[in-house]
Nanobody, 123 residues
Framework: QVQLVESGGGLVQPGGSLRLSCVAS????????MGWYRQPPGKQRELVAS???????NYLDSVKGRFTISRDNAKNTLYLQMNSLKPEDTAVYYC?????????????????WGEGTLVTVSS
């Protein structure tokens, strides 16, 4: 089993920044790809960004140029730096880890999930 614990969510004004962190523990040698999903109020969950061990990254079109995903394997930690935040970025953000080489766009089949952290972008 793998445990994922997120931190870093909160309330921020439009145009502001936040950095989310996710610490992995347990059988982490089984993990291949890690990513961040989000679920806005009343909407479906969507993949925001993912990163494979070799460094290959994938981003949702609406966050390209604003969000950066990174992975520190020595610290077993995944990050999501979010800049130029918009009200439409408001959502619960979930850390995810999978033994597969990619994360599905809707989160189906993902092996491990964190409990989520709320990001609210509002003035």
């Amino acid at each position: 089993q793998v445990q994922l614990v997120e931190s870093g969510g909160g309330l921020v004004q439009p145009g502001g920044s936040l950095r989310l962190s996710c610490v992995a523990s347990g059988s982490i040698s089984n993990i291949y790809v890690m990513g961040w999903y989000r679920q806005p109020p009343g909407k479906q969950r969507e993949l925001v960004a993912s990163v494979a061990p070799g460094g290959r990254k994938n981003y949702l079109d609406s966050v390209k140029g604003r969000f950066t995903i990174s992975r520190d394997n020595a610290k077993n930690t995944l990050y999501l730096q979010m800049n130029s935040l918009k009200p439409e970025d408001t959502a619960v953000y979930y850390c995810a880890a999978d033994r597969a080489p990619y994360c599905s766009n809707d989160g189906s089949g993902v092996d491990y999930w964190g409990e989520g952290t709320l990001v609210t972008v509002s003035s």
